[in-house]
C-alpha cells in the first residue's frame, strides 16, 4: 500500500513539471475585480480598492506616493508615469476599467487621490469629488498641433436637436452628401465648406452652441484626460491629464455633428 501512494506521488510530480508554467502564469493574471460603481461612489472602501489594483496590477507601487488631498496635474501625472512604466498593460485596463456610467480615466482617478470618490448617477454633471472639490472628468483626443481637445460630449441635458436640424439644412442646401446612417450628421469638412458658404448663419449656430456649452459645464473644473489611442490601447501620452480647468465660452467651437448631438472641441 505504501508503495502504491508512493507510486501516485511520484506521477503527481510528474505531471506538474510538465506544466506549462508560462500558460499557467497567464491564465492565473488577475484582470478585473468584482466591484460595482457605487463601490467607488464613497470613501468606505477606498482602501481596499487601491488595494486589491496594487496588488494585482502594480505590486511595484508605493502606495504611500499617492495623492493625499486636492489634486495636482503635475504630481498625478508623475503617478500615472509610474503606473505605465511597470505595466502598461495593466495601466490600460485600469483607465478603461468596466464600471457602469463611470468613463475612461476616472476609475484611475479613484486609485491615485486617497480622498476622491465617483460622483454618481445623482451628481449632475459632477464625475469625482476629491477633497470636497467637484471635478467633471472628460477623456478627450488630444492634438498637441491644434493645441484642442476632441472626442467627446457634453451631457445628455443639453438641448442641441435645434442646432442640428440647422446645420443638416444648410448641409443638404449645399448638396453634401454622407450614405448611411449619416444622412443627418455633419463631418469636419462638411462643417469647413458649411462655414464659407454660409458664414453668419454658421456663426449663429456656433454662437448658441458656445453658450450653451458654456452653461452646461458652468464654475465646475474639468479634468481633462488624454485618450489618444485605439482598439484598448493607449499612445504613449494616452491616459495623462492635458489640464484641469473652467471651460468658458471663448474655449468652444463645433468640431463635429454625430450621433444626433454636436460634439465640441475645447482649446487647451
Known sequence: MQRFRTFLKEMAAVNIADLNTEFLKRAQKVTS?????????????????QHLFNMH??????????????IKMDVANKLIKQLKSEDKTNFNKLHYYNLKGVGPGEATLYFLCDKAMLGGGASAGVDIIIAGKKYEVKAANYS??????????????????????????????????????????VNTSQIDAIR???????????????????????????????????????????????????????????????QGTIKPRVKV
Open 144 to 185: 498637441k498641433n491644434t493645441g484642442t481637445l476632441t472626442g467627446f460630449k457634453l451631457g445628455g441635458t443639453v438641448p442641441l436637436g435645434d442646432m442640428v436640424t440647422k446645420a443638416v439644412e444648410m448641409k443638404n442646401m449645399m448638396g453634401l452628401k454622407t450614405q448611411g446612417k449619416g444622412q443627418n450628421e
Open 33 to 49: 475585480f468584482n466591484l460595482q460603481t457605487k463601490d467607488f461612489e464613497s470613501l468606505q472602501y477606498k482602501a481596499e480598492i
Open 196 to 258: 464659407k458658404k454660409f458664414p453668419a448663419d454658421w456663426k449663429k449656430i456656433e454662437i448658441q452652441y458656445g453658450r450653451a456649452a458654456a452653461k452646461y459645464f458652468g464654475n465646475t473644473p474639468v479634468i481633462f484626460i488624454n485618450n489618444n489611442g485605439s482598439g484598448g490601447r493607449l499612445t504613449a501620452d494616452g491616459g495623462e491629464i492635458v489640464t484641469i480647468k473652467k471651460v468658458g465660452f471663448n474655449d468652444i467651437q463645433i468640431h463635429t455633428i454625430t
Open 57 to 70: 496590477f502594480f505590486p511595484d507601487f508605493d502606495l504611500d506616493n499617492t495623492i493625499k488631498g486636492d
